[in-house]
């Protein structure tokens, strides 16, 4: 990983603009002060949502209580920072089209936290949660796409970004509850390319995830097109505050 830091490492850091030097920083191109105000989401996190896990659950595999009693559809998920602090300005700013430079960083860690959790064993495409396309027209790029680029690069993989479609806009509601999400994402993502999808095992990108409900009908609509397994990765995960 030290090379690949050492070919990452920005010459001011990725928040507050401050000049570091090459050996202060981590991958996400931070300078000390705002390191602090990232959290690494721990390797022991929930294999399913990647959440935490109460330390009184079975081990292993140690699953939250909320994927014990409602299975997401894809095989497992891994995020990479907790969504909070300095990490949440830095995702909101990718998100939002104005840190197009995050990509590279973040899809680095991605890509190097998916091969540490055996993410990529069997992997054959790299697929990016697909944008709405006006939305992603305002904002220049579509930040899922950016970070599939990114891990497919990193992976060696081979990436599509038409394999799927997203066919209904998002909802603009905001505080939703987790069924509420589920519903407004139903039959939101169509396969376009099914030739591509039908006997492989999808690595699945995501920027953040808060309830999980984007990607699990993500994966559910590549799985009815005949994929083997669906995993998932996204540069952030947003943590109910309690589990
Ligand atoms: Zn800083
Ligand atoms: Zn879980």
Redesign the pocket.
Known sequence: MSRLADALLPRACSSCKTPISSRQTDLLGLCDPCCIGVTLVPPDA?P??G?QVPSTADSPPR??P??ISRPPTFERLKAVVVYGGTARDLVLRFKHGKAFSLARPFGAMMAAVAARDGLLEGIDLVVPVPAWPARAVARRYSPPARLALEVARMTGLPCDAKVLARVRPPSSAAHTSPRQRYEQVRGAFAVRRPDKVSGHAILLVDDVVTTGATASEVASVLLAAGATRVVVVAAAISLPDEV
Request: net charge positive; hydrophobic share 0%; charged share 25%.
């Open positions: 929930c399913g949502c959440g699953r939250c909320r994927c």
